[in-house]
């Protein structure tokens, strides 16, 4: 499993939503709702299909609810795979 | 039944095409009481539950006992059910009881108010659900329009231990029957419900049968929710008639692991599967060797691409990366179909590599004709979404002049069938603009105006769409309409309850749909900085995903009578599109845009 960091995360999320949503990436924020882009269920499961083709954590899109933002979700995710690296 | 012994297949099938689908199931629940119907996978592709054909006859008819205990024929009830199988049995109980289904999502927060414009808007006097759902339900209607409705709790009601009769069939019956309400017409603030009868509904199932030649061995996935006309009529009352088992799970776990679909697919041998382009573009971006190894595709022979743009780029990667799985080509059927028709309008022939077009895009849209393209910067390439299926005929005509025209030249889709629905609720005069067209210089029959644009090929007899007469935005397979979205922008802050905004889709070089609100603002934000902008794009993303589930892919804002009308005031979307695409917008308050 490769190892991101916590911004690499963060990248690869603001990524997925300017390609998926069509967004400019300026106009993403790391600290506002996903719910706001409109990230609504189909596209949050397929978030969770792509990080976890990296991280391979076996991740549920449950996880974009709990952290709903792309710094606490890509907060939470660097943890989870620190935990499962060690 | 019927004074037999038995029936012979030409009789079983003639006999099919004709009963109402609850009768269809009461005959099937004679001939094969255990066979397997339906099966439900949870998320991760697990059987929870399976029904035979007498388990749903005699569950739907419990569920038809308690309507008619309770209220007359021709109410119409609501239906509230998470997916599974729970809500097959109170639909086909609606059926029996000769009372009218209205099958819509789950009511939530965001949903409410199109929830209770449609509760009002049918006049639904009960509701069916699962004690889940009214617990979560409850107090989400007081002080609605909608308060007053009835709930039936779905746990409370049992299974019926009687047998089906031949009069449980419902030989010569009456085929124009409300069955159900289908709403997923119209906009929020004004839903329309296509009132589809039972003979509506014989006549397309039929249709499907004989043109995709199903029998009793075409087995099947699905997993289109049941308020989806796809997901109930091909994926839950198409098996009743074809007497096959069909197996069906949730959109989300598609979505989230389409290898589970195809793991079904494989593991059910299922022949017939399909949905909107969508998902097959998910399945190609999401596809895994680990989770798809052992996964044999080769029993599959028809794959419905319907409910959205077929688009060539998909059908082609997809049959690349699923060769060594077994798939074939030949498998897609692009198809074209409208609630207002029932269901399936366009589809087949079957085992032929599907249809395709290059044409010409300009001389498409200026002179509506089709020609080979005269540069290779105009060509578009279209699929062929199928031929009418018998007995649909389909006139193109201009939606102008109501002249009809001939093969080869772009016009509205016009329809004629006993599969066209019996028009929209209580709502005449819209029922007489889309259900009462006529052709000029033909007098005397009504068609269909299904407000797509599109051609018959020449060369292959093929239907191709073009796009909408009307500025509805579809995603996701789901109609969308831009003056809802204006209307929440607008309400989103105070400042901007006096602009006017212009919501239009375009594709992208993917040809991925996006959704661009021009929001035209006074003078009063000449001096507001980029952070104020930027705040305000927040606030109406927020709102308009919270109020209609879409993204907003960009906001640009416009200076002073910088938004196109009419000169009746109407807001010109064709024209604020073409403007923002060739970069030709004025913008305020950020860099300019390139499409």
Known sequence: MAE??????????????????????????????????????????????????????????????????????????????????? | MFQKSQLTRPETLSILGELPVHGSLALRAWLHPDKRLYTFLNEQGEETDTLTYLETWQRARAVADALKERYEPGERIMLFFPQGLDFIVSFLGCFMAGMAAVPINLPSRRRIDRCVKIIRDSGAICAIAP?????????????????????????????????????????????????????TSGSTSDPKGVMVTQGNLTVNLRLMRDTWQLTEETDMVFWQPHHHDMGLIMGQLLPIVLGNHSVLMGPNTVVRQPSIWLQAISRYRAAFAGGPNFIYDIAVERYSADKLEGVDLSCWKLAPNGADVVRATTLDRFAKLHAKHGFDIETFQPCYGL???????????????????????????????????????????????????????????????????????????????????????????????????????????????????????????????????????????????????????????????????????????????????????????????????????????????????VPLSEIVFLPPNALRKTTSGKVQRGLMRQLFLSGDLELLGSEPVAA
């Open chain 2, 131 to 183: 004690q889940k759902v009214i617990e979560n339900a409850d107090g989400a209607f007081d002080g609605t329009a909608a308060e007053d409705l009835e709930w039936i709790c779905a746990e409370d009601i049992g299974r019926s231990d009687g047998l089906p009769e031949t009069e449980d069939c419902e030989w010569h019956s009456d085929g124009g029957r409300l069955a159900f309400l289908q709403y």
């Open chain 2, 339 to 549: 609630a207002e028709a029932t269901l399936v309008v366009t589809a087949g022939p079957i085992r032929r590599l599907p249809s395709r077009a290059t044409v010409d895009s300009n001389e498409l849209k200026t002179n509506r004709q089709i020609r080979s393209p005269s540069h290779p910067r105009n060509a578009l390439e279209l699929v062929g979404c199928g031929e009418p299926a018998f007995p649909f005929e389909i006139a193109i005509v201009d939606p102008d002049t109501h002249a009809r025209r001939g093969h080869d030249a772009l016009g509205e889709i016009w329809l004629h069938c006993d599969s066209v629905a019996a028009g929209y609720w209580k709502n005449p005069e819209a029922t007489e603009a889309t259900f009462g067209a006529m052709i000029d210089g033909e007098p005397g029959k009504t068609y269909l105006r299904t407000g797509d644009m599109g051609f018959i090929h020449a060369d292959d007899l093929q239907l191709y769409i073009c796009g909408r007469l009307k500025d509805v935005i579809i995603w996701d397979g789901r109609n969308l309409h831009p003056e809802d979205i204006e209307y929440t922008i607008a309400e989103s802050t105070p400042a901007l309850s006096h602009q006017s905004a212009a919501v239009f889709g375009y594709h992208d070089a993917e040809q991925r749909q996006r959704i661009v609100a021009a929001v035209e603002v006074d003078r009063s934000f000449r001096r507001s900085t980029p952070q104020e902008f930027k705040d305000m794009k927040n606030l109406i993303r927020r709102c308009v995903s919270e109020e209609h589930g």
């Open chain 1, 4 to 86: 991101m960091s916590e911004l690499e995360i963060q990248n690869r999320i603001i990524h997925f939503i300017s390609d998926e949503l069509g967004i400019p990436p300026d106009d993403i924020d790391v600290e506002t709702n996903l719910g706001t882009y409109g990230l609504e269920s189909v596209a949050a499961s397929k978030l969770v299909g792509v990080l976890d083709k990296d991280l391979n954590l076996g991740l549920t899109e449950i996880i974009v609810f709990e952290f709903p933002t792309i710094a606490s979700l890509s907060g939470e995710l660097q943890k989870l795979s620190m935990a499962e690296a060690s």
